[in-house]
């Protein structure tokens, strides 16, 4: 059963009951992520998501990890570019101390300056990790790539100059700007009473102060561009991508469908092609990213430096066929299955639920039930997925990354003639 209530502030409340679920998963949603930062405090969301669980009034930075603990449950966070996230997993029997624990340190953080200053280094090491797995680095140097300088382009996680230079006080000034009632959803999803999660809620987050959300002022048209870094590694890392639907656009759905059949799982073309017939990679993939006004759909492949330019040749080729040949009905319709299953299966998850029924909520302000989605998937075309291969699969939207030891003579502009 699904409910949705609005606090007296604006915080929205939104729940989904299933009371054959033991547990329960609930999270503090907030409408503020990287996007939102500009240049010289870009990390400092990502930044406060690691300081909240740093001590507050009532708990230490330890006591917090052994209640969790304590009770079998799951207390974790994200920051991504369009949003942030604290939540609980946990027996429903307990569901009063995840709340109880989510709400203060949400509220209640210190910010305490020791530990800000241990924290920076412990970001400059999460920083490093990523710069020492070539496939997340390339992944980073590609949206940089294809963003040009927009706040789209910058990782979460900031870079060790711009987190060295965030202070206590800059911390707290962005935390009362930016995580207002406005901005914030309570997300919850197993066997949980909608009525006194309401009413707790109110008393603990009644008080933050309202402000009408604000939107994105970003750049985020793609500047597409060829970025070569050369690196001393045992594969060269491709990343190629181009311009893809956003989260409201009513061709997302064509978006799912066209993934999928490019390189969204092992039956997929870009899969079938390079790995199993010519044995040219490993891991190779397509993935979509969607954000509220733009998208990205990108391939991933790790080759040899001897194998590059053919791999880059037969992603560039499979774009080419989506654009010049129909899907054949029995492709679009493997496709749609495997996108219905991944969605059905989804169900079995209350954090999986939890995060639906925000991310509708943040996008769309209301519930977007599983059949409506799937009737969606359904209607689409292989006319549809022909016209939109048309549209974004064209040499001005399409940026190329490669990491390792590489030739920047070898790779000329001319490649990406599609």
């Not at 059905?344 to 989605?373: G, Q, T």
């Amino acid at each position: 059963m699904y409910n949705k209530s609005t606090l007296s502030n604006g915080v929205r409340v939104v729940t989904e009951k299933i009371t054959h679920f033991s547990a329960v998963s609930v999270g503090i949603w907030i409408d503020t992520g990287s996007r939102n930062e500009d240049m010289g405090e870009s990390g400092i969301s990502h930044f406060i998501e690691h300081m909240l669980f740093k001590g507050t009034n009532k708990r230490s930075a330890s006591q917090i990890a052994r209640e969790i603990d304590s009770v079998g449950g799951v207390l974790n966070a994200f920051t991504s570019k369009e949003c942030t996230c604290l939540y609980v997993k946990i027996l429903d029997e307990y569901f009063s101390i995840a709340l109880d624990l989510l709400s203060d340190i949400f509220l209640c953080s210190l910010f305490d300056l020791q530990e800000v200053e241990k924290e920076k280094e412990v970001i400059f090491q999460e920083i490093s990790m990523t710069e020492d797995n070539p496939e997340e680095y390339v992944h980073e140097l590609f949206v940089q790539s294809i963003w040009g300088g927009c706040s789209l382009g910058r990782s979460p996680l900031g870079t060790v100059d711009t987190v060295r230079k965030l202070s206590r006080d800059k911390l707290i000034e962005y935390f009362k700007k930016n995580y207002f009632s406005e901005r914030i959803i309570i997300a919850a999803a197993g066997n949980v009473d909608h009525d006194n999660l309401v009413e707790l809620m109110e008393g603990a987050l009644g008080t933050l102060p309202e402000q009408s959300r604000t939107s994105y002022n970003h750049l985020t048209e793609p500047e597409p561009e060829i970025c070569i870094k050369r690196k001393d590694l045992e594969q060269v890392h491709i990343c190629l991508g181009t311009k893809a639907p956003s989260t409201i656009s009513p061709k997302k759905y064509a978006g799912f469908i066209l993934n999928t059949v490019l390189g969204g799982n092992m039956s997929s073309r870009l899969f079938q092609e390079i790995r199993e017939n010519r044995g040219l990679a490993y891991s190779i993939y397509s993935y979509q990213s969607s954000f509220m006004d733009t998208g990205l759909l990108g391939v991933y492949a790790g080759t040899g430096e001897d194998t590059t330019s053919e791999v880059l040749f037969l992603i560039l080729q499979e774009f080419k066929k989506l654009k010049e040949e129909e899907i054949e009905e029995k492709e679009l319709n493997s496709a749609k299955e495997y996108l219905k299953g991944n969605l059905v299966i989804a169900l079995d998850s209350v954090d999986s639920r939890m995060s639906r029924l925000a991310k509708n909520e943040m996008h769309f302000n209301r519930r977007i039930p599983v059949h409506e989605l799937i009737a969606e998937i359904e209607k689409v075309s292989a006319a549809e997925l022909t016209e939109l291969a048309n549209e974004i699969f064209i040499k001005k939207n399409i940026a190329l990354t490669l990491l390792g030891k590489i030739d920047e003579k070898e790779i000329r502009p001319e490649i990406l003639n599609i």
